[in-house]
């Protein structure tokens, strides 16, 4: 069985545990398991079962919350306030919907923050690990990774532009930069956080260095992983607007570049709420996997 | 007994840490023989360096000084003789019941078919089998302890060597997992050596109690139990356990004053 495939736990294993162990109290078969464990697994067993409360109360919150927002917004919009109301701004929409322009504008942005994104990912998490495995990388490592998180990716433009023109490359690179930033630092915390009892645990049980870093460092710190992930993502969204100033013909960033010069607030909005939500989608999709593999984490 | 015979020889280990700008002295030419099949306790005060010992056994660390020889080979890192029990039980979280069992199998490369059925056994051995596919945060304390006793189990060490792996349960627990530890081990003699801060635990699992002092950390008493003596509850509540109860206990609380030992004032605990 893969060490590192998605635990399948969650809260329905845990109800059938708890009942059984109360369905058969007296056999004998878990005889060490006196007050404690009743204990211990009452509130278990009560985590369990709130969520499906809980959630449902929550997701009424959030979208009584949304409402409230969008009737403010509406409010604001009404008494003079320089706003495009919202029939305004679903209507300009349809018309960038229809036109095709916002689908674009949309692959467009995608494609440059998820290949920056993937590309900073991909080169954080091998980094990161190095720097938490070998002291002698992390010495020579640790100080780039330091000054060029004091350095905003924005700042980093001007430079990109000259040394890599105008294309897609410096857009994308200072996507990249920006995840991979993020993610570096996560993964380094991971790998030296990573419990010592658990590779001495291992070591004992005849594993080498390659084994532990495979079936103990690396299931350890995926939790940390997928934190540095989330915070990339923003780190990259974040910088793609000021990345489509640079010379884009199309893209989510430059259309509210573009509209700005218009004076055109309809479409300013919907660019601005298509990278919400599209940001959003791309956080809720990797808090499921967050979920997915790091299940097995004792949480609170 | 003689060095050639002994299942496990430490000799005149001294074993010291830097701290800042002193050292300490975790261990101070300590020597001990343990035969093979023998039940070891070992006690003492915090900082007498038993941990530091196991450690050194377990190849997890190096002694400064001195040797330290299992099967008469010198200890150069882990080997699957030796199987640990950790305090906080050491459980991968991610890995199953199961899993973790299956763990030390196939770091040693056994076939999977194997894996899986001696797996199954020593859950079995355990009473942990209606959890085998149960993620360590769903047991209780005292079950991921049986877990992690069937993890060192399952690879089959001549030597079991455990730190203190009741220490974190609670008393009737405890009770419960020291009797289950002797049976298992009745029915499977292997070497054990058991590190503890309870003297009632030390006196009701050896065969011998080693008593260990502090600063530095050293061998301070030996205390043999008749081997043949059976360990059930008849043992705990009799007054030959009090009496060695009492005799261990003063080694361990009384060390200061080395003539302390039959203090009437101070004697056991209720």
Redesign the interface.
Known sequence: MDPTRPQKEPPMSVLDQQGAEERDPVAGKTPDEPAGADAGGGPKAVRGREPARRRGLFLVLNAVSVLLGIGLWWVLAASGFTLPTPPQVVSRAGTLISNGTLAGDVRASLTRVLIGFALGTAAAVPVGFLMGWYDILRGLIEPWIQFFRTIPPLAIIPLAVVIMGIDETPKIFVIFLAAFLACVVATYQGVVSVDRTLINAARVLGAGDLTIFARVVVPASTPFILVGMRVGLGSAWATLVAAELIAAQKGLGYRIQNAQLYYDLPTIFVGLISIGILGLLMDRALLLAERRLTGWQERR | MTTETAKISVQDVTKTFELGRETFTALDRVSLDIADHEFVTVVGPSGCGKSTLMNIL???ETPTAGRALVDGAPVS????E???I?Q?Y???????VR?NV???LR??GVPKRERRSRAEYFIELV?LE??A??????L????RQ?CAIA?AYA?DPSILLMDEPFGAL?A??RV??QE?LLHTWSRDKRTVLFITHDVDEAVFLANRVIVMAARPGRVYDVIDVDPATERNEEFRLSPQFAALRNRVWHSVYHQEGRTAVPSPSASARS
């Open positions: 377990a190849g997890l890192g882990p080997g699957p030796r199987g640990v950790f906080q050491a459980l991968f979280p991610w890995l199953t899993q299956e763990f030390g770091t040693t009473g209606r959890f596919d149960a993620l360590p945060k769903t209780s304390g005292g079950m049986r993890r690879v609670d009737l627990t419960k997992l289950q």
